[in-house]
């Protein structure tokens, strides 16, 4: 039986051991794919997701609401990979514009283009849609904290999102008939369903 996030992190609050190892299970990679994004190393990534869920660990008691974990855990993530490129003396342009040479450097690139595309879509979106996007899949709030943030019912929130994830399919699908998709990413990636 999987354990809500919840109970999960009032587990580890309290320093149960099984609750923290489960915490680490779930987020790694979130935290691994997020450092990634900056560094486009992935040993670089590596180090980075460590350092996050110290930080996460020691900061846990700081976080206010659980349903916020997700972006907590996001910028803490994006904030160690900064790090590690400031120390590096290697400047965040430079990793962009010239990443590690590995297996998985095309695949972090195409994934980064994606990113890149969908964030450029969603920019498009009017106002009242663009808001409940950006908070729900891109900073992963629950969509009771988003009502509240907006101050609008859930049933506006949902009808929000499932409008605007219309109007999102139809603008990619629109770059894929265009041949405007990013290099390497196929019409049937899986990665481009919304």
Do not use: N
Request: proline share 5%.
């Amino acid at each position: 039986m999987s354990q809500g996030l919840d109970d999960l992190l009032e587990r580890c609050k309290q320093g149960d051991r099984q609750s923290m190892a489960t915490l680490l299970s779930r987020y790694w990679q979130h935290a691994q794919d997020q450092a990634a994004a900056v560094l486009g190393d992935e040993q670089l990534a590596e180090d980075a997701a460590q350092e996050t869920m110290v930080i996460v660990f020691q900061r846990l008691d700081k976080l206010r609401s659980p349903a916020a974990f997700a972006g907590w855990l996001r910028q803490i993530a994006r904030s160690c990979a900064y790090r590690i490129v400031r120390s590096g003396g290697v400047s965040h342009r430079e990793l962009v514009s010239e990443p590690a040479v590995t297996d998985q450097a095309p695949a972090a690139l195409q994934r980064r283009e994606l990113e890149r595309l969908v964030r450029h879509v969603v920019s498009r979106l009017p106002r009242p849609s663009r808001e409940p996007v950006e908070l729900y899949y891109l900073d992963e709030l629950a969509q009771e904290e988003i009502a509240h943030k907006l101050d609008i019912p859930a049933g506006t929130l949902k009808r929000r999102l499932y409008d605007a994830r219309k109007v999102l399919r139809d603008m990619l699908l629109g770059y894929i008939t265009d041949g405007r998709l990013p290099q390497g990413l196929k019409p049937d990636d899986d990665s481009m369903i919304l």
